[in-house]
Nanobody, 120 residues
Framework: QVQLVESGGGLVQPGGSLRLSCAASGSTKSIYRMAWYRQAPGKQRELVAVILGISGSSTNYADSVKGRFTISRDNAKNTVYLQMNTLKPEDTAVYYC????????????WGQGTQVTVSS
């Protein structure tokens, strides 16, 4: 199994920045996909960013965050990051880390989430 723990959330003013971290442990070597999702109150969970492959060179972003957010990974630390710049109030949500590997349960593994609040 894979355990995921998110950190780095908090309260930030519009235009500010935060960096979220997702530390993976357990059977991490077989992970082929990691992603960040978010869920705002009363809304469905949505995909924010995804990173694929061992090299982590293949990434994709939701249109709403493209150009502002960057997903990256540190294989040595088994950690993925989400650098969030120029934050907007509509970015307010609980952010979840997700990982998939061969044999993972349906939907992959999930972290507990970290709250990001963008407000003045």
């Amino acid at each position: 199994q894979v355990q995921l723990v998110e950190s780095g959330g908090g309260l930030v003013q519009p235009g500010g920045s935060l960096r979220l971290s997702c530390a993976a442990s357990g059977s991490t070597k077989s992970i082929y996909r990691m992603a960040w999702y978010r869920q705002a109150p009363g809304k469905q969970r949505e995909l924010v960013a995804v990173i694929l492959g061992i090299s982590g060179s293949s990434t994709n972003y939701a249109d709403s965050v493209k150009g502002r957010f960057t997903i990256s990974r540190d294989n040595a630390k088994n950690t993925v990051y989400l650098q969030m710049n120029t934050l907007k109030p509509e970015d307010t949500a609980v952010y979840y880390c997700n990982a998939e590997n061969v044999g993972a349960p349906r939907g992959g593994y999930w972290g507990q989430g970290t709250q990001v609040t963008v407000s003045s």
